[in-house]
Structure formats: C-alpha cells, structure tokens
C-alpha cells in the first residue's frame, strides 16, 4: 500500500467522524446537508436526479372503472401481511438485508397502496453486517391490537424470531423483543377473543421423514411479561395437508377466527411455480387442525406455462375483514416472461376472498390471476408515489431527506451519503457490490419488465468510479460506470455473472467533460445501457446484454432486482 493511499483512508476515515450522525426514532433517511459542489471532496461522486420510468403492456390500456390494477404492489414486495385499523389498512413485506428494512405501506381502499415507513431503522434494533442478500429478515406478521400495532419476524442467521411494538404504524418502532424458545421462520402473532397471545411458526418436524419435511408449531406467549409461556408448545400441522404425498415447505402460519371456528392458512410447496398456500381448521386450538379437501385454495402451478402475460409462484397469503364483513387476501406471487423468469422478485396481489360450506376461497383451480379484478367497495384513494401500473418516478435530490424508496445494504449507517437540496453526493468506499460489507450503493427497487433508469452525474475525479447499477445480488448485477484516467474520462461495464464482476465493455471519451448522463433500459430477458453527454442524445455503450442473470431463476434468493446509484474507490489506488 502506497504512502498516498493511507493518506486517503485517512482523510476518509476523518470524514466519517466529522459526519453527522443518523437520527434515531424512525428519521434514517435524514442526513445532514451537504458540501457545496465546488468543495467536495476528490473521493464523492454528485448525482443531479435519477430517473425511473414504467412501460409494461399489462399496464398500459387504461383501468376500467370500477376495477384495480394486480399487482398492487409490483416489484420486491414478498411475503404481505396486512391489518387494518378502523378505515386504515397496513401492509409489510420481507426485506432480507435492505436497510431500512420492514418497510410498511398504507391504503384507505386496499388497491392504492404508498410507501409510508419503515419498522427497523437503526442499529440498536438489530445488525446484519455480513449477511448475504437473500438472508436477513424473513416472512413478518403485522397485527393491530387494542391500539397497539405488533410486528413479529425472524432475522436470520443473526438471532432469529423477535417482535416490534408500536403506537403508530409510521413509527417509531421499539427495539426488538427476542423470542429465543420460537425456532424456525414466518412467525405468527394471533390475538385470541379470550385475552390469550399465541405465536405460530414454520420449524422442524419431531423427525424428519424426507427433504423439505417441516411443520407448524404454536406457543402461548404473555404480553405483559414478554415472554412465551413455558412449557406451551403443541404441534399444528406435520409436514403439510397430505403427508403422505410428501408436502414440502409448509410455512408462512396466520391464524383467524371466524364463526366459532380457529382457521390456519399456511403456504405449501416452496416459494417457486409449485407454490400454494392451504387452509386448515378446528373448534379448538386444542384440538387437531384439519386440512381442507378443497386445498389449494390458491395457486398457479397447474395452469399451462405457456399461457399470456403469467402471474407464477402465487402463495403466501394473508387475509383481512373489511367493515362490511367481506374478506380479501393478499399474497405474493410473480409476472414472468419466457414463462418462468421474473426479475422484478415477487410482488403483493389483492383478491377477494369468499366463504363456501365453512371454508375460505381466494381462487378456484384452473383459473389465472386476473390483472384488473373489481374492486372493494371502499372510496378509492389514489396516492402520489403510485406502486403499480406505468407510472413515473423521479427523485431531483433537492431535499435534505433521502426518498424513502431509496435503501441501502446491511447497516443503518448514512454516514457516506448527503443531500445539499441540490444533489445527492456518495462519498466512495472500497466496498464493491461483490462485497459482504456496506457498500457506498443506494437503489429502489424494478417495478416493471420493460423500464428505464437514468441518471446524470458530476464526473468524479481521482481514483473513483460512480454510477448507475443494476443489482440483483453479489454475485449476480450490473455496474455502469465512469472514471478519469489520464486520458480523460472512461466509460465501463462490469458484469457479475455467478462470481466477481468482470468489466465486459468500455469506451474512452476524449477530454472531461462537467456531467455526463447514463442509462439502463430494460427488456425482460435484455438490458441496455446508454450514455450522454450534455445536450447530446443518448448513445449506446455497446449492444443488448444478458438481463437473465438478474432473475431469481438464474441468480437464485428471494429479492427482486434493485436500481441504484454507486460509488467505489478504484483499485489503481492501492498500485
């Protein structure tokens, strides 16, 4: 390591204690304001907005009245669950190691959905460092009671099951109430009309008879102490509705009562194309839960893979009671393109529910997941940031707080970042996107197959690189990127292709310029990427590249594509 390159480290290691700290409470996108542009430091990339347009076919012709658009949130929003509290309803989703992370969505009708929150946002809730993406936090719960709003959830490898309290949905949200005796995933919070708490999870069977063998486990837990009830735990599903057909992955437990009845929905058979979720029933929490003859009550799995525009990997479900009774679910499931690839992750889905012979149905079998149902019968409340359709999206950086689409990796820190309410500056680190560590990346999340994502940047100088990403994991993105060398200023392309990233095309532009302009454009199975520079159309880098690998088929895990902005110091620095 040369003499320069610790001089570097340490002024970076000076910039990040003179930073501001983040807040605490639920204010983790607030940064402290920024230097002027003309007094960066050499190791910050500027960016003057990023830009974020949707154009796929199933949602361009217009809604009909009286009907919603599915899904009704696209993109990287697994695992729903939602509430509702009087004429409110609350929705969470999964968010591995995204920071912050349980982000939580608010409806007046259930079809029109906004970004409201998040439930974990600093680092005494809890600390990810070092997972990969797709671990993290898993499948939660979200329930209100007696004006109290609970979220319970697994952090995995890094604790396992806890729960979250708080008054108010927007936050803040208290620090984690650990559930060491709950082990497993997906847990469950169910209110009982008794006064009794109980907690269902996902977990080993008592043996395991074959691979994917799991089962469903129900403790009694006591809010006042905080703690399960000794000595509480019963078995309610072994390995899922038949197992004797050897049922795999019977997960994701939500528990109701209707009617006299104890109802338990579940998921069966893995998060891919055979995914369902299954209904199961009892007079007693006591007593065995049957399985319902009629099961699955929703999938896709047995529709022909060729079929138009498919909706795939329907499952996990959760269900809410309106004011009039009716019943919805929603769930997650995922449009493919080439019938079986998405890169979008899996989205929520709303449905009716209907009640036949003592038993809840969300579709029958046979029958695709319709795009545009009718509605609920609730004043419809359409939102500024829409999460579905083809809509616009763009961030001009002219706040002081970060716009909560926007996450991070891993760690709650902001440190790296500042907003000047007129650009967005990322103070490079050597972390890549490769790297298990924090790396100087923000990004939000692919909402269609066919988008583009642009950005305009002040062109860093020094040993830095920024740029616009496409990120699906460590292993598995694109980065689009540019950096001065001694000819002047270089375009590049690294792909991560199932390892580390190799740079596959580049292109050196004569001279500096101030700014420069870059964009992805995605096709389903091909992305594109684009540069400008100022008053100049936009101009190819090279030609359509492999946009499969961004898709969980190919690069496996549990989270969609996200589209962001980077900044690395360059390894000529160490030279």
Known sequence: MTNNYQALLLTLGLMLCLSACQPAGNAPHTTAAGPAASTAPAATAQFNWFDYQGRDAVFAAPLPAGSYQNPVAAGFFPDPSITRSGDDYYMVASSFTYTPGLPILHSRDLVNWRLLSYALTRPSQLDMAGLQVSRGIFAPTLRYHDGTYYLITTVVDRGGNFILTASDPAGPWSDPIWLPEVQGIDPDIFFDDDGKVYIAHNGDPVESLYEGHKAIWLWQYDPHSQKIVPDSQRLLVNGGVDLSTKPIWIEAPHLYKHDGWYYLLCAEGGTADQHSAVIFRSRSLDEPFVPYSGNPILTQRDLAADRPAPITTAGHADF???????????????????????????????????????????????????????????????????????????????????????????????????????????????????SLAQPAFIARRQQHMHFDASTSLTLPQGTVSAGIVAFQNEQYHYYFGVRSNAAGTELFLEQANGGKAAQIAGLQLPGTAADIRLKI????????????????????????????????????????????????LEAEASQ
Do not use: C
Request: net charge negative; glycine share 8%; aromatic share 12%.
């Open 320 to 434: 809410v009671q309106l004011p009039d009774g009716s019943w919805w679910a929603v769930f997650l499931a995922s449009r493919a393109y080439q019938q079986r690839y998405y890169n979008t992750g899996r989205e929520t889905f709303l449905l009716p529910v209907s009640w036949q012979d003592g038993w809840p149905h969300i579709l029958p079998a046979g029958q695709s997941i319709p795009y545009r149902p009718a509605a609920p019968a609730l004043q419809a409340a359409p939102v500024a940031e829409p999460l579905t359709g083809n809509f616009s999206w763009r961030d001009e950086f002219d706040s002081t707080r970060l716009n909560l689409h926007w996450n991070s990796l891993r760690q709650f820190d902001q440190s790296w970042l500042s907003l000047d309410g007129q650009q967005l500056s990322l103070q490079a680190k050597a972390e890549g996107l490769d």
């Open 521 to 568: 454009s995605g096709d389903a199975g091909e992305i594109a990427f684009y540069y400008a520079l100022p008053d100049q159309d936009w101009l190819p880098l090279t030609g359509p590249q492999d946009a499969m690998l961004l898709s969980t088929q190919v690069a496996a895990g549990f989270v969609g594509t996200m589209l962001g902005l980077h900044s690395r």
